[in-house]
Every structure is written in C-alpha cells, then in structure tokens.
C-alpha cells in the first residue's frame, strides 16, 4: 500500500442490502447515535483516503500556497473543525476563535441548525472560517437511497448558498460512514468529503477538561480535530486546546488550507 492511500474501518461501509433502509437521527439524539463512532483508523481497507500532506505534494514543487499566509508545507498546521452547529453556543465559540485569532471549518446541519441560526452561518463566512456541510437532518448516508443521499447533501448546499452566497465544497458524513455511492454522489454534487483523525467525544462528557487532555493527547501535524459545539462541556474547552496547541507551535487553518496548494476533490475523501 502506497503512503498516500488509509485503511477505513470495514464497519463504516454499508452492504448493499441496507440500502433501502432509513433511519432519522435528531440532533438531539446525536449523543446516544455517536457512542462508540469514533475512527478507529483499523482493520478492512475498502475506500482510499488522502492525507493532507499528499494533497500538497500532488501540485506542481514550488507553488505558492493558495490560501493566505501559511504554507502547510512548512509550517505545522493542524485544523479545528465542529459539527452538527449552528445551536445556541456557536455565538461564544466565534467570540472565542476571534479573540485567538483562529480560523475554524463549520461542518453545519440543515434542519434545525441552519434554517434556526441563518446570522450565525453569515458570521461564519464573514470572519473567516470555511462553512461546509454535515447534511441536513443527519441520516446516515449508508443506510439510504441515492434520491435520498442527495436530498440530504443538496438541501444545506442550497440553504448555505442562499445565506453566504456560495455552495460548500467539503462534507462530512455522519458518524463518519461512507462508500462507492456517497462518492458518486458526491462527486456529482462537488463535494468532497472529510474526515478526521482526532476526537474528543464529546458527545458523551461535559467535563471541558477531559475535551482538553483527549485532543492534546491526539494533536499531530496535519490533523483534522472534531469537535461539536452543540454539547455543553465542548465551547468552554476550547480557548485551552488553543492556547496548548499554539504553545507547541501549531498553527491553525481551515480545511482547505491545510491542503493548500492542493484543492479538495470532489468525490475524493480527505483524512490525515
């Protein structure tokens, strides 16, 4: 296997025979449905994956980065992104990532989220974060029909768009779970998909500290944090992740320039 390509977990592809099966997950009920969703980064490989740092070294040597000052090539960078927002929180979390002069990826739900905070996902986009898509009511894609995969995926592209005046670029899949249909369909939409390699799970504590120590104790070069700023214990942890991480010399960036010069493919599943 070449060092450009990931194993995903077998147990994240879905047969053909669930297909046709359907399942709603609320936000509300994102806790209970995320237990035990964290990338184990093991077993089966049956999708390839790219890595940020391959994303860079497939653009031509010596081009400039794309996106704003920071070369990802050189300096160390590492991206903070949040899921399943707007809610009543995010206004905090923005307050905080423009004191510390963070840029930050939104991967946001339709339903919700996006149709109850239309200023919040404004203010995303005017301060400088990437706002991209986590689908509109959280089905697991796996588990759907093709009409309903796209459903999920147009209905916040058109919702952002209206609102920022342009579509996402990036998705993410709920809890993670992706295969060959997602991809099509993704790549028929424009959409990249990106994944993680560090979590807090947060969705099963509120203990900020604990937030704190799990991400600190994942955080390498080129790694994509996630987050959710919809659980109490996840904001008030934030300004220390920060603060540590700036301490060891990482440097911040959204999605997009952590692959600059590169750009995100559609189709294409991004993971450090």
Not at 108 to 120: A, Q, R, S, T, V
């Amino acid at each position: 296997m070449s060092p450009t390509t990931h194993k995903i977990p077998a147990w994240q592809h879905a047969s053909k025979k669930t297909r046709g099966r359907r399942r709603r997950l609320r936000p509300a009920a994102l806790a209970s449905a995320a237990v035990g969703l964290a990338l184990t980064l093991s077993g089966c490989a049956q999708v390839d994956t790219t890595a940020p740092s391959s994303a860079r070294a497939a653009v031509a040597h010596g081009a400039p980065a794309r996106l704003g000052s920071v070369d990802c090539r050189e300096a160390k960078c590492i991206a903070l992104t949040f899921d399943a927002g707007p809610s009543e929180n995010s206004a905090r979390l923005l307050d905080i990532l423009k004191q510390k002069k963070v840029s930050a990826t939104f991967f946001l739900l339709g339903k919700n989220h996006i149709e109850k905070y239309p200023d919040l996902v404004k203010r995303m986009a005017a301060e400088g974060h990437e706002v991209a898509s986590h689908t509109w009511d959280h089905k697991i894609l796996t588990r759907i029909s093709d009409a309903q995969i796209r459903e999920e995926l147009t209905r916040p592209d058109d919702a952002i768009e209206r609102l920022i005046g342009h579509k996402p670029t990036l998705m993410r899949p709920p809890q993670g779970r992706t295969d060959a249909d997602v991809h099509r369909i993704c790549k028929e939409l424009g959409l990249a998909e990106v994944l993680w390699s560090v979590t807090a799970k947060d969705y099963m504590t509120n203990d900020s500290r604990l937030i704190t120590e799990r991400v600190l104790d994942q955080a390498s070069r080129d790694g994509i944090i996630l987050l959710h700023d919809i659980y109490p214990g996840t904001v008030p942890a934030v300004p220390g992740i920060i603060d540590a991480l700036k301490a060891r010399g990482y440097v911040f960036v959204t999605v997009p320039q952590l692959l600059a010069p590169g750009k995100a493919v559609p189709g294409k599943v991004y993971r450090p």
